[in-house]
């Protein structure tokens, strides 16, 4: 018989895995950011996002709907999305790197309190759809721009030789 484990620890299993490892693509952000200095984070590659750019990008928006699961407004924009503060010192880099972090792992606890049936209310305006699809939206685009930096991270390295 399958036991039935309830959605929301399902999807907070996946983003522990996707933060923390070992996630399902093989690869996973702490694994590939334990060991990137700064200066690699802002480094340019072609017309590409930063490292670092991609990190505040990726937290931005589970920061943003961790807010609403706390109860609160949805009030990120898309347009702000990669607009992240000046980071000058490697202190600066991990912290941002460490809330990224703290941020999933609060998100990933508000997921486990989501009944099943209230997966399929709506997200915050119908017009968003589903808690659910925004939930798997929100890891799907994560992993999505987690391939990007892992590709990035190999031409910043192959560059540093």
């Known amino acids: 018989m399958i036991m039935h484990t309830p959605i929301g620890q399902q999807l907070a299993r ?26 690699q984070a802002q480094m340019t590659i072609g017309e590409h996002n930063t490292i670092l750019a991609l990190v505040y990008h990726i937290n931005y928006y589970i920061a943003g709907v961790l ?33 990224s ?30 808690y659910l699809r925004n939930m798997v939206g929100l890891l799907e685009h994560s992993h999505y721009h987690l391939g990007q930096i892992a590709l990035l991270k190999k031409l910043i390295l192959a560059q540093d030789k």
Not at 22 to 35: H, V
């Open 14 to 39: 996946q983003l522990r895995e996707y933060f923390f490892g070992p996630s399902f693509t093989g690869t996973y952000m702490q694994e590939l950011l334990e060991d990137l200095r700064l200066e």
């Open 67 to 99: 807010v609403v699961l706390r109860g609160g407004e949805l009030t990120i924009k898309d347009r702000y999305s990669y607009d992240h503060p000046a980071v000058e010192t490697e202190q600066e880099w991990k912290a941002l790197v460490d809330r």
């Open 101 to 130: 972090y703290r941020d999933a792992e609060a998100f990933a606890k508000m997921l486990e309190q989501i009944k099943d049936q209230d997966f399929y209310e709506p997200f915050v305006d119908e017009k968003y759809g589903s």
